[in-house]
């Protein structure tokens, strides 16, 4: 009997073999769900359950909660996979940046500016792309190979979105039809929203923009290492947290999924550290 696999936050690296499921479904072979109501499925569903580049999206009190849902979902001896942004790698490669560019090695200066932007712009952006589009829009873009060393087949596809006209919300957003359609809809509710913003400050409208941009999904909440990120898996009862290289797995056949890796088997975010644990 073959395996059931589950692909969480899937964005658009999805498998037929899988279950897919995001916020927003960019291809008919994904479900669309809010992660943050849950898992859309019965207990003990799955065999496999995978998230890349999701977990660090929820805020640090509510990360148990999702992988307890990530739990819930699994059979007995089920695998769950991780992947996050590694703290401890970009750290150090911040440190290195750091001492280099203050000696004034040559290409560090461009470097640190880099890393900075990696450990920091994704948690304080204050619009979509933040200040890692405004980087990338250059021409050319500054140590681009170093940057295509640490973020991969990711640096890529953020260099080509932030160069697009209409940037990352057309890219990973419905269509503007659908707000058109939800408006003729709920004329009433819509037109209550503009009498309430219509009596606050520039202010207090900024602000509530700021909030409403901070929730819908973009922004890192809390940040891993493997020490971390084991303490937390065996904190809501997984057993056996192992980190794990990207072509490496518990998972038969793996690799041929292409989620971290790609056909070539170069990796598809280099910066990223995974991990493994299973349900007992």
């Not at 560019?101 to 990696?118: I, N, R």
């Not at 408006?183 to 929203?193: K, S």
């Not at 493997?226 to 518990?250: G, H, K, M, N, W």
Request: contains cysteine.
């Amino acid at each position: 009997m073959s395996k059931r696999l589950l692909n969480l936050g899937c964005g658009r690296r999805f498998h037929a073999d899988w279950e897919n499921v995001d916020f927003v479904a960019l291809a008919p072979a994904i479900k669309a769900h809010d992660l943050r109501q849950g898992i859309p499925y019965g207990d003990e569903s799955f065999d496999v359950v995978y998230h890349s580049h999701l977990l660090e999206h929820f805020p640090k009190k509510t990360a148990p909660l999702f992988l307890r849902e990530c739990r819930r979902v699994l059979k007995r001896e089920g695998v769950i996979r991780i992947a996050v942004p590694d703290l401890e790698k970009i750290a150090r490669a911040y440190l290195e940046a750091f001492e280099k560019a203050s000696q004034g090695v040559p290409t560090w200066k461009e470097k640190y500016d880099w890393m900075m932007l990696e450990l920091y712009d994704q948690a304080v952006r204050e619009r979509s792309g933040g200040a890692c589009f405004d980087y990338l829009r250059s021409d050319p873009v500054p140590n681009w190979d170093y940057i295509l060393e640490r973020a991969g087949a990711e640096a890529v596809a953020a260099r080509d979105a932030a160069r697009a006209e209409h940037g990352i919300q057309v890219a990973q957003r419905a269509g503007f039809g659908d707000k058109w359609g939800y408006v003729f809809r709920n004329l009433g509710q819509v037109l209550r929203n503009k009498l309430k913003l219509a009596v606050l400050s520039d202010y207090e409208r900024e602000a509530l923009e700021l909030g409403k941009f901070r929730r819908q999904g973009e922004i890192h909440q809390w940040m891993y290492d493997s020490y971390s990120l084991a303490r937390l898996l065996i904190e809501v009862d997984f057993s056996s947290p192992q980190r794990c290289e990207p072509t490496e797995s518990q998972i038969p056949n793996w690799a041929t999924y292409c989620l971290d890796s790609e056909i070539d088997g170069a990796i598809y975010k280099p910066d990223s550290m995974y991990m493994e644990a299973v349900k007992s």
